[in-house]
């Protein structure tokens, strides 16, 4: 069955430090998004990414964060300079025309 | 008044049981509602699509929608131990393609053997 697959699975950067979350989406899948979980608290949305560029994104994701889909199956999160409140579950999502969104298992991001 | 409202929980049942989860929403633009499962430290992973109100049926899940009370509901029947999860509510005022989902705070469901 096809999935979301996310690398790492975990990453630890001291603050300050840029780090850059990869995801591979669903092979066919055309809409690409990020979602973040800080321990405890609900899933939120990040950004939404379709033809190569954002269609919609939140409050959270301000000008330290940036997403890319360098070579038509990567997609990537970088986050320039990492805070402390940074730290959380990253969550990579797809979906295809008209389907529902897939997530990937997540990259547990801890900055200290 | 949040979007999306959901008990945290923890809910605990007995082996067998049938559970009922809830989420109330306050945005009547959301058209599209979905239940995922997350197990702990893992992705969400989807159990019940559904557009508008009505019900849904899948194996020992059903899902509910009412519109007109901003109310959706998840059932399982015949609750097992592997069911035990954070059970997650999320809607979309569009379809899943293009519109963000706003997601409730998530249920903790326990099943006992």
């Given at each position: 069955e096809p999935e979301v697959t996310q690398t790492p699975s975990h990453q630890v950067t001291q603050m300050g430090q840029e780090v850059i979350l990869r995801c591979v989406p669903?092979?066919?899948?055309?809409y690409f998004y990020w979602y973040r979980q800080i321990l405890g608290q609900k899933v939120e949305f990040l950004v939404s990414f379709y033809n190569n560029e954002i269609s919609e994104k939140s409050e959270?994701?301000?000008?330290?964060f940036s997403v890319e889909?360098?070579?038509?199956?990567n997609f990537t999160l970088k986050i320039r300079s990492t805070k402390l409140e940074d730290s959380a579950m990253y969550f990579c999502a797809s979906s295809g025309a008209n389907t529902e969104a897939f997530f990937g298992q997540g990259t547990r991001l801890t900055v200290v | 008044q949040k979007e999306v409202e959901q008990d945290p929980g923890p809910l605990s049942v007995p082996e067998g049981a049938i559970v009922s989860l809830n989420c109330t929403y306050?945005?009547?633009?959301?058209?599209y509602f979905m239940w995922y499962r997350q197990y702990s430290r893992k992705g969400p992973e989807l159990l019940m699509y559904t557009y508008s109100s009505g019900n849904k049926e899948d194996g020992r899940f059903t899902a509910q929608v009412d519109k007109s009370s901003k109310y959706i509901s998840l059932f399982i029947r015949?609750?097992?131990?592997?069911?035990s999860a954070t059970y997650l509510c999320a809607m979309s005022k569009?379809?899943?393609?293009t519109g963000k989902l706003i997601f409730g705070q998530g249920t903790t469901l326990q099943v006992k053997p």
């Amino acid at each position: 069955e096809p999935e979301v697959t996310q690398t790492p699975s975990h990453q630890v950067t001291q603050m300050g430090q840029e780090v850059i979350l990869r995801c591979v989406p669903i092979s066919n899948h055309l809409y690409f998004y990020w979602y973040r979980q800080i321990l405890g608290q609900k899933v939120e949305f990040l950004v939404s990414f379709y033809n190569n560029e954002i269609s919609e994104k939140s409050e959270i994701f301000d000008d330290q964060f940036s997403v890319e889909r360098p070579d038509g199956s990567n997609f990537t999160l970088k986050i320039r300079s990492t805070k402390l409140e940074d730290s959380a579950m990253y969550f990579c999502a797809s979906s295809g025309a008209n389907t529902e969104a897939f997530f990937g298992q997540g990259t547990r991001l801890t900055v200290v | 008044q949040k979007e999306v409202e959901q008990d945290p929980g923890p809910l605990s049942v007995p082996e067998g049981a049938i559970v009922s989860l809830n989420c109330t929403y306050s945005n009547s633009a959301f058209q599209y509602f979905m239940w995922y499962r997350q197990y702990s430290r893992k992705g969400p992973e989807l159990l019940m699509y559904t557009y508008s109100s009505g019900n849904k049926e899948d194996g020992r899940f059903t899902a509910q929608v009412d519109k007109s009370s901003k109310y959706i509901s998840l059932f399982i029947r015949d609750s097992q131990p592997s069911d035990s999860a954070t059970y997650l509510c999320a809607m979309s005022k569009t379809s899943g393609n293009t519109g963000k989902l706003i997601f409730g705070q998530g249920t903790t469901l326990q099943v006992k053997p």
